[in-house]
């Protein structure tokens, strides 16, 4: 795990991609969690929002809440953070239930504190000191982190591509292979370049595989 320094020296730690996601102990919507103990033997979405209450967070919150389904087909559970508290929490999750019927059934860290949010680099100084960046966190069932996105307290974030990536990290580690640009379920995957003059030879001469060249062949996988 990195650090980082801003101009005041305070320290805030920067998880990074293969790195064991630190463990914490919460208050959340949804009763109290240790992190470790949490969501056994599955993936976890785990992203922050600035604030309760304003309209950019409250679109994405909606749009995670709304496509819960698609993350438990993918054996995944979301949760949220922010740097408020548990009743300003409460509140919000019953105001946006009660004005557009999308309610937020997954739980979301009150952290007024900032423990979390230091922990795990969502604190970035140049952007607000007070406020999480919008970060998203791809946890693992090993509980490593696999990918880490970022986005500004301004842009609002991509679901269709947070399903994506979750979809083709798990593909990836299920069939050993890599998945090219735009990659979407039903593509062609790309098998791992041979290492020694055999495996050369045998992919020259594999005929179900589709050869760009010699190390970029794609093969058909079945859908996950």
Not at 11 to 19: A, E, L, V
Not at 138 to 160: E, H, Q
Not at 190 to 209: C, F, G
Request: hydrophobic letters at 40%.
């Amino acid at each position: 795990m990195e650090t980082i320094n801003n101009t005041d020296q305070q320290i805030y730690s920067m998880p990074r991609i293969g790195d064991q996601a630190p463990d914490f102990e919460a208050v959340t919507t949804k009763g109290k969690i240790k992190f470790s103990d949490f969501a056994k033997d599955k993936w976890v979405v785990m992203f922050s929002h600035p604030a309760d209450f304003t309209p950019v967070c409250t679109t994405e919150m909606s749009g995670f809440a709304e496509r819960k389904s698609e993350f438990e087909a993918l054996n995944t559970e979301l949760l949220g953070l922010s740097i408020d508290s548990i009743h300003a929490h409460l509140g919000w999750v019953q105001n946006v239930r009660q004005n557009t019927g999308v309610y937020f059934d997954f739980p979301i860290i009150a952290d007024l504190d900032m423990k979390v949010a230091k922990l795990y680099g969502m604190l970035q100084p140049n952007e607000s000191e007070t406020a999480a960046v919008r970060a998203v966190f791809f946890i693992d069932p090993s509980k490593k982190i696999r990918l880490i996105m970022y986005y500004p307290l301004n842009v609002g974030r991509n679901m269709d591509e947070i399903l994506r990536s979750l979809h083709a990290l798990q593909v990836s580690d299920k069939h050993g292979v890599a998945l090219p640009l735009n990659w979407k379920q039903g593509d062609k995957a790309i098998v791992p370049p041979p290492k020694s003059l055999d495996e050369l030879n045998d992919r020259l001469a594999d005929t179900t595989l589709e050869k760009v060249d010699w190390y970029l062949a794609k093969k058909d996988i079945p859908n996950s």
